[in-house]
């Protein structure tokens, strides 16, 4: 089994719609991380959160929101999606107290917004 | 304004050829620097890392050079395999209170030929 999982896969949704993205982790990391990537662009950070309690606001937020219901899930929420919210949405984790720096990344959910 | 750049958006090499993926940055804080692949249809992996304080770093048949005065970092595949072509995604960190955000190149396409 797969240890980073997102939810779903692919969607199509409609401008104006709520939709949720959720991510699983069995590998028992603290920190957990959601990105977008854009064609031709790299991945840009959208929130991370470092435990349950925290959580933060990385480069590209707004329109945005997440929530940590738990160490091994974090959710990325769009209230309202616009068209330009259509990419790849990926989710990572990361232990920086294994003495390791780089994250590990679900295998992504493409984002459709019509 | 893009702090880690990789300026080939592709690269095509013929099997058992060297594969040498470059990433420039304009950051000096950076303190470390990071190498995935990523297939299609799949997450981000990493592949390999480089400490600021090294200059080379091997694991296998990847080899990643930094040169910190002209703040280019550079990964060599030798030999290059076909199951080699992926895009690949330099990325950089920086230490302290950002240590949380790796900033991504937009990424290069190798293409290994049989």
């Known amino acids: 089994d797969a240890d980073v999982t997102q939810t779903p896969r692919n969607r199509i949704t409609k401008t104006g719609k709520r939709i949720m993205l959720e991510c699983s982790q069995t590998k028992g990391h603290d920190r957990m991380y959601w990105y977008r990537q854009d064609p031709g662009l790299g991945l840009r950070l959208i929130y991370y959160s470092f435990d349950v309690k925290d959580i933060n606001k990385g480069e590209i937020s707004d329109g945005y929101s997440v929530s940590r219901q738990a160490q091994a899930k974090f959710s990325l929420s769009l209230e309202s999606a616009i068209p330009n919210q259509t990419a790849l949405y990926f989710c990572a984790t990361s232990d920086p107290g294994q003495g390791t720096r780089e994250q590990y990344f679900g295998p992504g959910t493409r984002l459709t917004v019509t | 304004d893009q702090q880690v750049k990789q300026n080939s958006p592709s690269l095509s090499v013929q099997e058992g050829r060297i594969s040498i993926l470059n990433c420039d940055y304009t950051?000096?804080?950076?303190?470390?620097f990071l190498w995935y692949k990523k297939y299609p249809a799949e997450g981000p992996t990493f592949l390999i890392s480089?400490?600021?304080?090294?200059d080379k770093n091997e694991d296998g048949r990847f080899t990643v050079f930094l040169n910190k005065s002209a703040k280019h970092l550079s990964l060599h595949i030798v030999p290059s395999q076909p199951g080699d072509s992926a895009v690949y995604f330099c990325a950089a960190r920086r230490p302290g209170a950002g240590s949380y955000q790796l900033t991504f190149g937009k990424g290069t396409k190798l293409s290994v030929i049989p």
């Open positions: 480089i400490s600021s304080i090294k």
């Open positions: 950051n000096s804080m950076f303190d470390y």
